[in-house]
């Protein structure tokens, strides 16, 4: 069994990031990039020390390079489908950013795909590995928040500005739906059954034509299989003033979490109805190898060179988090927490969320991939 893992890591902006962790992780022996820039590519290599074979200007040629394990693929999401697919069709255990896929066709490929290589797919998820999130999640696992009643998130972003890469512009949100669903279903322990959502307010016209979405806002509300409780997530990313929140709340019949309104006045606990206290989750660090600790720390968030931190308000140390679990599913044999059919599951609720969205609010099944693939991965 090997001891170390070789790993690629295609598109050098939010990239930049992870290829930085998987260097100083370590269980990972070679690091190898990708971008189409050559600029991009050379200062990233001089930067991180990688050598001239294992920096690509083609995807195509990273994903057959014969001393990679695995690809981790961060490139703008049209992308994401059909590099997903090569590296898996490479034979290499595969992450990806967010979204997994914009299509039901697009994610059962992907999971097919993982299935024949018998290799690890994973949606490289944020939200599910925040300091935030581990911290309510703990709570939930030691059974101090009750009985859940009530999940709420939203993620509420404004995109208009300049800056952002020509093809967010007129995005439908759910498309990008998961960091406010994942934490939504992954409190609750399940999945969705079905979707209702609706639109509101409008986006400039030039936006509306480009993806067919005239939404400025949405809101979904969502069954979730084999719970009485109903989950709503609101999503927004053009044309609406407000700071940038990736945040969600969980009411229990003991103790309910809020997340914050603006960005460092604190989440709120609430333990009775007027007995509160405002806190700050604690770093989570704990299980991660003493080299990758430093992309985890708060106060390490406006180091200029980790730029991509800073996005999304830090992203709550998840980084070093999702590398760490990719490193060690592929060297332990196992599936990551994020599995292909839990990545898929996530992924396709808000896929159906926009379909529901596009039909004025009609109900939207949501196919549920742990029936759809029911066999478990089987490691070539
Ligand atoms: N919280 C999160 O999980 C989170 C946050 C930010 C971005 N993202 C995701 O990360 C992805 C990248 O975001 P970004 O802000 O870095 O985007 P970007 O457009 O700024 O950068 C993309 C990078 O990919 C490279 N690239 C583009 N096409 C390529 C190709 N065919 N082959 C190889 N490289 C290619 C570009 O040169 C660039 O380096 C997006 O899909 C976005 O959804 C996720």
Redesign the pocket.
Known sequence: MKSKVSIGV???????EFAAIYCDHPDVDKVAI????PG?LKNAGEMLGIPEELR????DRMAECEELDAIHV????A??YP?TMKALREGKHTAC???MALTVDELKDIVQASREAGKIYTM????LYTREYLYVKKLRDEGKLGRIQYVYGDHMQNMSLEG??G?WQGFPQFW?GT?VLSPLLDIVGTKAQSVRCLGSGRVLPERAEVYGCKYAVETATFRLKDSDVVAEAHRCLFDTIRQCR?GFNVYGDKLSFEWEDTLDEGHTLYMGIDDFEKITAPDAVDNLPEAIRKYAYRENLKDPNQP?CI??MG?GG?HPQLCHEFVRAILEKREPYMSATRSANYTVAGICAQESAFKDGEEVPVPDFDELFPEPLEFC
Do not use: K
């Open positions: 295609a598109g050098l902006g939010f990239g930049l990708c971008t189409r820039n991009t690509f200007t083609d995807f961060i490139t703008p999401i992308e994401h590099q950013t967010v979204p490289m998820e944020t939200s952002w890469g093809y990008y960091h990736e991509s996005q999304g992203h998840s």
